[in-house]
């Protein structure tokens, strides 16, 4: 069985500032990683994901993330968000054997303000 | 292209009574899975279909159950309802035959089922 750890519930950044939002894993096997984006009212739509090969994945809206195998973390970073950025972020795994079945993390809610 | 399309977008039922709620993938999509959002919960997996197949499950009584039809369309049932059953319900749909996630999975906008 896998978890993931988003150990920020919340976010507040400035616009044009960076930002990084955690997400840790737990898992005995071989994953993939995902970060999906959930605006107000809307089904979620997926980031970017990392399925095998280069570390560093890079997504729709400007946003990457990077895969540390030894720290079990997959952070997802932004350069300079916008206002249309303020969204709640999910961190997801699935292992490679059963992987159409998706853990979920609580969430980050990142709020961008002028 | 179409996206995920889930119906109904808001229902509201009474406890005891069962719902259907309905899910039509992308086209060419044969896989579907469920998901329930709640706020104390989060996002849990429900179960995922392929080919008409239940291929996963995920730890909800049975009470929750789900179907998939010839054409991709997915249904779930969730009978004798309770109070805590009000979440809101995604369906997602991937074209994915051996089920790996190299295309990652489409979500609909769910259905929000409130139990009064």
């Known amino acids: 069985a896998q978890s993931v750890t988003q150990l920020d519930s919340q976010v507040p950044v400035f616009e044009e500032a960076p930002v990084e939002l955690r997400c840790n894993y737990s898992?005995?096997?071989?994953?993939?990683l995902f970060w999906y984006v959930q605006y107000p009212n809307q089904g979620l739509q997926l980031l970017l994901k990392?399925?095998?090969?280069?570390?560093l994945v890079k997504g729709i809206n400007g946003f990457e993330a990077e895969f540390n195998k030894s720290q079990t973390s997959f952070p997802l970073r932004k350069s300079s968000v916008h206002i249309s950025d303020t969204a709640e972020y999910f961190c997801?795994?699935?292992?490679?054997?059963?992987?159409?079945?998706?853990?979920f993390g609580t969430g980050t809610r990142l709020q961008v303000t002028l | 292209k179409a996206g995920v399309t889930q119906t109904p977008r808001y229902l509201i039922k009474t406890r005891g009574q069962q719902v259907t709620l309905s899910c039509s993938p992308i086209?060419?999509?044969?896989?579907v899975s469920w998901y329930q959002q709640t706020p104390g919960q989060g996002l849990q997996f429900l179960f995922e279909?392929?080919?008409?197949?239940?291929?996963n499950k995920g730890n909800f009584p049975g009470r929750f159950s789900g179907r998939q039809f010839s054409n991709s369309r997915s249904e779930m049932n969730v009978s004798t309802l309770e109070l805590g059953d009000s979440a809101l319900y995604l369906c997602?749909?991937?074209?994915?035959?051996?089920?790996?996630?190299?295309?990652?999975?489409?979500f609909g906008s769910g259905t929000r089922l409130t139990v009064v």
């Open positions: 997602a749909s991937s074209p994915a035959s051996d089920g790996t996630l190299t295309f990652g999975y489409t």
């Open positions: 898992s005995s096997v071989s994953v993939y």
């Open positions: 990392y399925l095998s090969g280069s570390t």
């Open positions: 997801a795994v699935s292992d490679t054997g059963t992987a159409s079945k998706l853990t």
């Open positions: 086209s060419g999509h044969r896989s």
């Open positions: 279909y392929f080919s008409e197949t239940q291929r």
